[in-house]
């Protein structure tokens, strides 16, 4: 405890600053901007005009569950009104579209009323509606709903963020204690300097107030929000995000890996709203991106120096900014934080230490917990790798080590793999597409752009570059290989023209630049256009696994990695002398910052951005998984009502919960043919139950039946009988539990071994130390 009170008296300052930010947080807990508020002036409200009366409707608004106000107000006196406040995509029990959630009459000559009303489950289309004459439709200025009470506590994450500044700089200071000299110390404040500016830069768009749209953006918030919703709901790991498509359900976790989103998630439980939670994810990968390059460039490289400027030259490369901020592609961005570090494990089993094989497994499972289309590039990368050190598959430990990572990383991800296998057998629309590749090629010009100059454009067929989204990978990379590849050329054993003794391990640094530049230069000619994408597509196997990239250019994360390798290397050894070799360093690291801040100043200068939380639409899903073989966005247009085959079917007791929905009915003349069409988009893991009815639940337990896909890709029901009550919940399969419970198993035992292992060390590190002593 007297180390700790020492570093707080001597780092003052630090904790003073995190301690005003709790309590800024703590009184700012319950301000205004804590309640939830949409406001429409009368130009934003629609107006229907019919025979005798007039409608004057606002836009759909998003509300969570609580309790809210909403307000009309008028410019001058008037008729009597009838002010309502709808949920469009309700339904009640008998079936009828539409739920009044509260209303009052407006008497003539009042300027203003308002009405409260509870929402219980979070409803995503509800909207105000006035009746009126059209004369005193004129004379509205404004409706407004409020929450009665705060909903959001963003001020929660810089509170968190003060308690863990706190907490790490005191145990690093409690672990460090004395070991290392004041030289040392400098030393690390700078590498820690240096990786936090670069972090903040690549989150400078975070920084403002808005929240700027990316091509995914809508979905990867839904999906924030899904997850959320499923762990209130009882799930655990969620697999079914049920208040996804207009409530009609979407299994978006069996197919997109969401094992980082659940840290927004649980802020989002927390009180923190969607669009902060959004933030603070993107500011922790820039974080993260930040330690793990900087640590694994370190030992790939094995210089801290040139480990650094690779690792500034990463984060700030410009196709990483671009899938953050452009694409807003969470999970290939995800992804590329753990690149680096599979990079130097994957060495250290073929070159370097074997043992370390753990390190492979771990780097290899964050990416199938990020992105699947990632998880095929680096396996295709590790392949690479393999065949050009063909000395390797001669080395009984190190293939022994290459098992044991294998096996450990499917062991971990059996939890993502079983439902994901047992999902595909199914015809998603996903499985029938064909991209053909060569539609989405690149110009050189593009790639050798400085900045990408059109942040928020899509991206378009080959034979469109105008207004296309940026695709370059950054004069900072291209310089710095321009650089590595004229010292390569022009540095021999014997007699170089530069510097060799300027830095230790120049010949390895050479294999991994070279091998890096290829790499690279590998990945950027599968972007062009001249690449015969029809011809390898054609190719049976080969063609299907290069398919799913959908784009050539998202093999751009190869040279985003690799060539930051090379640059760094290229702007390290490039200069003859000491001086000028520390100026070239510098302006490496000034390259990768000039670019990024070119491209992040026009990405928030040009982007259409969403000022309020408030005005973000948060039903915009993906709807690659549903069935094939239809629609499948048809659901859309549709509420969420049932529906049945045969026309003057009753529906009665309907119930439509998160997961679930229940309803009895009577249906006259039954077939085999007729069916019902339930609002929940198809998911093999729904269970459906059928039953009498009757109160007597020894008489009639209910019986399970099979359920099947519309032409729409909503779940289908064939009634057993003439009438019932049919049950629908969504319960994960025996297999699924089993895969949980290995995974589970297995990190823990992982876990155990390490801690083991670490304190055996630290035994035989002290009798060691007493022996030579003795």
Known sequence: MSRLAECIKRYWLLYFIC?????????SWNTSSSFYERAFQKEALTISEEVEQCYVVSPDVYLEPGEYVAFLALSAGHGNMEFTVYDTYGVSRDNETGIVLGSFVLEA??????????????????????????????????????????????????????????AVFSVYTLWSGDKS??????????????????????????????????????FHLSRIDGIAQGILNGQFPVRMHSNGNHGFGYASSVFYPEFF????????ILGVSTYMAYKTLLVGMNLAAAVIAYYSFSKLLKSRKIGLLAAVLYILSLYRLINLYTRAAVGESLAMVFFPLLMWAVYEI?????????????????????????????????????LCNPGFFRKKKRL??????????????????????????????????????????????????????????????????????????????????????????????????FNKGSHSGVGLHRKIGIFCLWMSIGAVVMTLYPFPWDMVQGIPGLGKVLGIFQYPWRFLSVPALFLSVTAALGFSYFCIKAEAGRIMYAAGVAAAVFCALLYLNVFCEDSVYFLNREEMPMDKYDYMYTMADGNWGAFQQRN???????????????????????????????????????????????RIIYSTGSKDKEYDSGREIEGGWS????????????????????????????????????????????????KHCRVNKGQGTEKRNG
């Open 19 to 27: 301690l005003g930010v709790i309590i800024w947080g703590i009184v």
């Open 109 to 166: 000559g009042s300027d203003a009323g308002s009405i409260s009303f509870s929402v219980e489950q979070e409803m995503k289309h509800v909207h105000m509606q006035l009746t009126c004459s059209e004369d005193d439709a004129e004379l509205i200025s404004e409706i407004k709903v409020r929450s009665a009470e705060p909903i959001y506590h963003d001020s929660l994450v810089w509170i968190l963020l003060a308690l863990l500044v706190m």
């Open 181 to 218: 000299d004041a030289e040392e110390k400098r030393k690390r404040l700078v590498i820690v300097g240096v990786l936090l500016l670069a972090a903040v830069i690549a989150s400078l768009p975070i920084f403002y107030q808005t929240i700027y749209w990316g091509h995914d953006i809508w």
């Open 261 to 268: 989103l659940y840290i927004p998630a649980v802020l989002r």
């Open 350 to 386: 073929v070159r370097g230490n074997e043992e370390k094989w753990l390190w492979t497994a771990a780097a290899y499972t964050c990416i199938i917990q990020s992105h699947v289309i990632s998880v095929v590039l680096a396996a295709i990368c590790i392949l690479i790798y393999l």
């Open 400 to 497: 022994i080590a290459m098992g044991k990572a294998a096996g450990t990383t499917l062991l971990l991800n059996l939890w993502f793999f079983i439902p994901l296998l047992t999902h595909i057998r199914y015809p998603y629309f996903s499985t029938e597409m064909n991209y053909r590749m060569r539609d989405g090629s690149l110009y050189l010009n593009q790639l050798l752009a400085v900045t990408g100059f059109q942040p928020q454009a899509l991206s378009m067929d080959l034979g469109e570059a105008a207004g296309e989204m940026p695709y370059a990978v950054g004069f900072g990379l291209l310089a710095g290989a321009a650089l590595f590849l004229v010292w390569y050329l022009l540095e021999n054993n014997e007699k170089g023209y």
């Open 640 to 686: 969420n009502q049932l529906e049945a085959s045969r026309p003057g079917t009753v529906f009665t007791e309907f119930e439509h919960g998160y997961g679930h929905v229940s309803f009895r009915y009577v249906m006259d003349d039954r077939t085999e043919e007729d069916y019902f069409e339930v609002p929940l988009i198809f998911d093999p893991d729904y």
């Open 711 to 758: 032409s729409n890709s909503l779940l289908t029901v064939s009634p057993p009988e003439n009438e019932g009550v049919i049950t629908v919940d969504y319960r994960l399969p025996w297999y699924d539990r089993v895969g949980d419970l290995l995974s589970l198993v297995t990190l823990l035992g992982l876990l155990g071994g390490v801690v083991w292992h670490r």
